[in-house]
């Protein structure tokens, strides 16, 4: 099975763009492949749950709930 990585490097200042990884990973993982996101740089700041829980994107779902979604269907997040 194909694995899709995807890296994340926004972190809080950019929180449209922080969410993408995610929302990129709950697409694959919806669609049949694994999926694991990687943070780096800023983007480790969202492990932190009082800041994830603080992060919402335009046009895309809350970073909390993409974040709990997507580890519940088994995808990897590296720091």
Do not use: C, W
Request: charged share 15%; aromatic share 6%.
């Amino acid at each position: 099975m194909t694995t899709m990585l995807y890296v994340g490097t926004h972190g809080p200042d950019d929180p449209t763009r922080a969410t993408f990884p995610f929302h990129m990973a709950n697409g694959a993982l919806e669609a049949g492949y694994k999926a694991k996101i990687l943070l780096v740089g800023d983007a480790a700041l969202l492990m932190k749950e009082s800041i994830a829980g603080a992060i919402q994107g335009v046009a895309v779902p809350r970073l909390s709930d993409l974040m709990q979604k997507v580890v519940a269907a088994g995808a990897e997040v590296h720091v």
